[in-house]
């Protein structure tokens, strides 16, 4: 049966065959065909587009149309085909299995004795500070209970590559949300913020930028979704230098 729903579009003329986008799909979704990315079928593409941020050549949009359903059970059956490919000519295909493991919502906790006992996991720059999964604006839900009241902080992809102690300075207690507002979908990161402004009684937003002009567009995006949305959320922006210092 088909439905208006979100699905991912591949723009021909743009799409060079590179493959990138391949494995990004969990859902095997996407496969080259005649040195072309294709959806080899509607009912596997779930339209949450982990693929996105992979295409070098802004090929993938996310578009809403009528299309089959998304079936799972025949991507469950299509991941175990593609799996038995694999092992019988040795080729790599998407490794992933049973839908994309962002999909399913994770809060981490520090307040249980059991936790409080554990190791927490460190590397030189100290403990993580994230308190939830998954960050991707696109692949959070609006309703997501880490965001219930929360101080949000809104990062652009580049900045935790940058500033280097981002987890101590910035996300201690909070929940965050991160993305490109170069590369990615502005106006599906509009309607995202707006919903997630409307739902979630966000008491705070602080958004982190780099200094490339390009970057700008997080706030633009944020500010209008705050209009969107009609609530009075404060908001702050910080802005990061490429050589990683706090610049205002
Ligand atoms: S990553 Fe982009 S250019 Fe490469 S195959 Fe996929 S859609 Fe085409
Ligand atoms: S807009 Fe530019 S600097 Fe900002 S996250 Fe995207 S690529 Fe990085």
């Known amino acids: 049966m088909k439905v208006l729903r979100k699905i991912i579009e591949i723009d021909d003329e743009k799409c060079d065959g590179c493959g990138n986008c391949v494995p990004s799909c969990a859902e095997g979704a996407i496969q080259i065909v005649n040195g072309k990315a294709r959806v080899i079928s509607d009912k596997y593409c779930d339209g949450l587009g982990a693929c996105l941020g992979e295409c070098p050549r802004d090929a ?65 720059g100290g403990p993580s500070a994230l308190g939830h999964w998954p960050v991707q604006i696109r692949l959070v839900p609006a309703g997501a209970p880490f965001l219930k009241d929360a101080d949000l902080v809104i990062a652009a992809d580049c900045v935790p590559v940058a500033y280097p102690s981002f987890h101590r300075d910035f996300l201690a207690g909070k929940a965050v949300m991160i993305g490109c ?19 979630s009684g966000i008491k705070s937003i602080t958004a982190v930028i780099m200094e490339v002009p390009c970057c700008s567009g997080l706030p633009h995006i944020i500010q209008k979704a705050l209009e969107n949305s009609g609530m009075d959320i404060p908001f702050s922006q910080v802005t990061i230098s490429a050589r990683g210092e706090i610049l205002s």
Do not use: W
Request: hydrophobic fraction near 30%; aromatic fraction near 6%; glycine fraction near 6%.
């Open 60 to 124: 993938l949009h996310i578009v809403e149309r009528e299309a089959e359903e998304f079936d799972e059970a025949a991507v469950h059956e299509l991941l175990k085909q593609q799996a038995q490919a694999e092992k019988s000519t040795g080729q790599r295909k998407p490794a992933m299995t049973g839908g994309c493991p962002s999909a399913a919502l994770k809060t981490f906790s520090d307040t249980s004795c059991d936790c409080a006992n554990q190791p927490r996991v460190t590397g030189s």
């Open 181 to 199: 507002p170069k590369f990615d979908d502005t106006q599906g990161y509009v309607d995202k913020l707006t919903d997630v402004f409307k739902k």
